[in-house]
């Protein structure tokens, strides 16, 4: 389905004077041969003629004004013309096209709500004699703007099996309205729908963290790649995903970003005890060589300067009592030797 543009449209003013001086033309046409009738008699054919032209013009006259349209800026309207597409019409602007024409959305009363749901269109409550009654107000223009899809947030496995919750926004506009609506039932719910597809598809490929031999890229090589040291990867083949499942939709991708990640709520606690974990082996493992290279200064300080000769038996208790005085997690109580060393 190829888009086509009606451009030469925008003569809806001069279509509006033309129909009311038309109407008004009707009107006094219909009460001059009105008044003539009578004068003349009942006889006289010619303005019973006149009579019944001023009375059609003034019952179907109106009909033209049913084709105008006006559009404010980056809106579009699809016309079909029994069942056939016959246009689109882009761009601010009043128009006068076939009255006949029927603007033709089937997405008009669906809301891409920013929660990711997809809700009908807000009501209008009107109030009759026999009570209120809603009426549902749906507008068949197709909004030509940026617009933001939020999508909820999903719990998806990583690569290593680890439940991760995610959100993804996704940020998009409609830039073919032929294929948008003629080549998907709905190209809001369609957007949506492949927008979750996407993200698991691309989300279980990534550890949550850096992990050893992973690959990420599919080259066959282990990698670094993770969900969240990599995100701008991650979203990027994400975009790339989206993108090419809404082609024939007529929708364009224009960004995609990470809005939430963390561990799923019953993994949560030991994937952080394990992280925590981690933080104090490295620590522990920083404070272990500052402390042997400490330890080996003061040997060789010793040495240098020739104060103290010890053994080796009292240079190993000297490491020992060294490495436990710096590597320790408090403070240290030392204890004075008044005797002899040896």
Known sequence: MEEKILSSKKNGMAVLLL?????LAFIALFVFATVMFEESG???AFYAVLMAVGM???LFG???LVGLKVLKPQEALVLTLFGKYVGTLKGEGFYAVNPFCVA????????LKQSGDVGLAPTTVVSTS???TPVVVVDKKISLKIMTLNNNRQKINDCLGNPVEIGVAVIWKVVDTAKAVFNVDNYKEYLSLQCDSAVRNIVRLYPYDVAPNVDTTGDGIADEGSLRGSSEVVVQRIKEEIQARVNDAGIEILEARITYLAYATEIASVMLQRQQASAIVDARKMIVDGAVGMVEMALERL?????VELDEERKAAMVSNL?????????AQPVVNSGSLY
Request: negative net charge.
């Open 323 to 331: 490495l436990v005085v710096l590597c320790g997690n408090r403070d």
């Open 130 to 132: 026999e009570g209120s």
């Open 104 to 111: 033709f959305n089937p997405a008009a009363s669906t809301k």
């Open 303 to 307: 040495n240098e300067g020739g104060l």
């Open 42 to 44: 009942e006889t006289d």
């Open 56 to 58: 059609v013009g003034m």
């Open 62 to 64: 109106w009909i033209p």
């Open 19 to 23: 129909t009311v001086l038309a109407i």
